[in-house]
């Protein structure tokens, strides 16, 4: 596609609740990252990935949460057992190879 | 972890001001980039600058990768201009590494 999107762009879900969020990067991007804005807050990495794999996890929170990719296409984040400090603009990112990051729109997930 | 300090954190311009936000990191980084994020929250690349200099416009961008500061440049500022502006960089591993940005309002 022509730039990278997001799926839902809100997500409004109960705590307690599991959610999947849908990246879509930029066709051809063989890495794919993402990351999370807490309000007024600059941006935290979660997780990237080459291709298909994760080479690097570090960023995840806790074991609530995990991601895959499929394809070398799309990715999905997923959040199980929500709580409210998970509320937040999840961002993913793509770029070709090494060089610069792509950014999506977002998806503004809140915990009640 | 790498430390990155954004300056200043807050900045109100009349429009057709100049302006130069600065970005030190505590250690070296892989590709800088600067991204402004506009009031819906999207992320707009501005300069992928690992260093010297580049120039887009009214917006221009030096990056000192040997003493691990940025510079971004805005000139003759408008209030489309407006909205929080980040740097980041690859600390050594393929994820960017935030600062924490510096929110410019623009009055017309």
């Known amino acids: 596609g022509a730039g990278v999107s997001q799926s839902p762009s809100n997500k409004v879900t109960e705590k307690g609740k599991d959610v999947e969020l849908r990246c879509d990067p930029i066709s051809g991007h063989t890495a794919l990252y993402w990351y999370r804005q807490r309000l007024g807050q600059g941006l935290e990495f979660l997780i990237y990935f080459q291709g298909n794999s994760a080479p690097d996890k570090s960023g995840l929170p806790s074991d609530r949460f995990s991601a895959e990719r499929t394809g070398e296409s799309v990715s999905t984040l997923t959040i199980q057992r929500t709580q409210q400090e998970d509320s937040a603009v999840y961002l993913c990112?793509?770029?070709?190879?090494?060089?610069?990051?792509?950014f999506g729109p977002g998806t503004r997930l809140t915990v009640l | 972890g790498i430390q990155v300090e954004q300056s200043p954190p807050d900045l109100i311009l009349q429009e057709g001001a100049n302006s130069t936000l600065r970005c030190n990191f505590s250690?070296?980084?892989?590709?800088l980039q600067w991204f402004h994020q506009n009031p819906w929250g999207q992320l707009i690349n501005l300069f992928y600058i690992p260093s010297g200099t580049k120039q887009n416009g009214r917006l221009s961008a030096t990056t000192v990768a040997t003493e691990r500061y940025s510079l971004l440049y805005i000139s003759s500022s408008q209030t489309t201009d407006s909205g929080v502006y980040f740097c980041a960089g690859e600390p050594g591993r393929r994820a960017l590494t935030f600062g924490s940005g510096t929110r410019l309002q623009v009055q017309p």
């Open positions: 990112a793509s770029s070709l190879g090494t060089g610069m990051q792509f």
């Open positions: 250690d070296s980084v892989n590709n």
